[in-house]
C-alpha cells in the first residue's frame, strides 16, 4: 500500500514510519510542517529508504496536500500531525484549533476527492475528558477540557462524519499516554528524565496523584498499523497500555533507574483544568486482534536509558527554543512552589 503519514518527523509519527517501512508491501510517504517537535534526526536511519519519501509541507495547505495524494499515488493516509502539548494549548490555543481541526478538515477533504481507500485519524484519550472511575468506551460522550482536547476532539468529530455522511472509509484511534525515544522533552517522562539527569528539579502539578494510562511507542504504532490495515471503517478504537500510574510514582521510577535523589521532587503550581485521570476500555481493540506487549517497568527503563545515550539529541532542543518556553511555563512555578 502507498501510504502517507503526516506528521511523520514527529514523535508517534516517526515510529510509525520505521515501522511501515519494516513491511515491504508498503512504501511511505512522510508530509511533514517540520514545526518546533517535528525533527527529521528522528528518521535519519531510513532517509535514504527506497519505499520512503519526505515532503515539507502543512497540513493546512490543500494545494500541497492535493498535490501530495496525487502524485505519490496514495492510497492510504494516517493522520498523526498534531498540535500536542496540553501546557502549551492554554498558552496558544488557536494554533491548536488550526491545525487539529482547520488541518484535520483539509486533509479529510483531499482524501475523499482523492479517493483514497483507508483514511485513519490518531486521535486521543483526552476526547473523553477527566474519568474520576471506571474506563471510557469508544461510545462514550466526548467531553474535552483542554483547547488540545477540544480541538483534538473536533477534527474526531469531523472525520467521523465523514463515515456517516459519504460513507468515506475513516478509522479512529483513541490512544492514551504515550512514552519512548524521541519523544520531545515537553512531555512528562522525557522532562522528568532529562531533568534529573541535569540534577534540575522534576515539577510535579498539584499533588502528584494525577493518574495517566501509559502506552509504549511501539504498542501505539502496532495498534495504528493493525487498526489502518484490519479495522471496520467507520470505526472508533480505544488504545490504552494497562499501565495506569500516578504521576508521582513515575517520577520515583525515573528517579530510582537513575539513582538520583527524591529530594529532586518538587511539586508546583497546577495546570488549569487539569483532568484527574483518563482510562480506556481496549476490549474493541482486542477483539480485533491486538494487545499491548510491553510492561511499563520494561519500557520506561528502555526510554530512560535512551534517554541517557543520546544526550545529543535532547541538549540541543533544551537549549534551543525551548529555554525561553520552560522559563515562561516552569520559571515561577518552580521559584514559588507549593507543597504536594
Ligand atoms: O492521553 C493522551 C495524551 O497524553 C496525548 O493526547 C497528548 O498529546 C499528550 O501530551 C498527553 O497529555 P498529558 O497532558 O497527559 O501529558 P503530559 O506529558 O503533559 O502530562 C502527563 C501528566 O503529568 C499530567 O497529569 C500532567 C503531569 N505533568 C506534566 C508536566 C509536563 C506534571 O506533573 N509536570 C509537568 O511538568
Redesign the pocket.
Known sequence: MRILVTGGAGFIGSHLVRRLLADPRHQVVNLDALRYSGNLENLADVAGHPRYTFVHGDICDAATVEQVLKEQGIEAVVNAAAE????RSILDPHSFAKTDVVGTAVLLEASRKAKVERYLQVS???VYGSVETGMSTEEDPLIPRSP?AAS?AGGDLLVRSYWTTYRFPVLITR????YGPHQYP????P?CVTNAIDDQPL???GD?R?R?DWLSVHDHCSAIEHVLLNGRPGTVYNVGGGNERE?IAVAEMILEQLGKPTSLIRFVED?PG?DRR?AVDCSRLRALGWAPTVPFEEGLRATVDWYRTHEGWWRKIKSGEFRAYYERMYGKRLREGVTG
Not at 84 to 87: A, K, L, R, S, Y
Not at 186 to 189: A, G, L, N, Q, W
Request: hydrophobic share 20%; no cysteine; aromatic share 18%.
Open positions: 500536542t502539548h496540553v501546557d486521543t484519550d483526552e488540545y483534538k490512544g492514551s499516554n504515550t515537553e512531555k512528562f517522562i522532562l515539577p510535579i502539578y502528584g494525577y495517566r504521576n495546570r487539569h483518563y
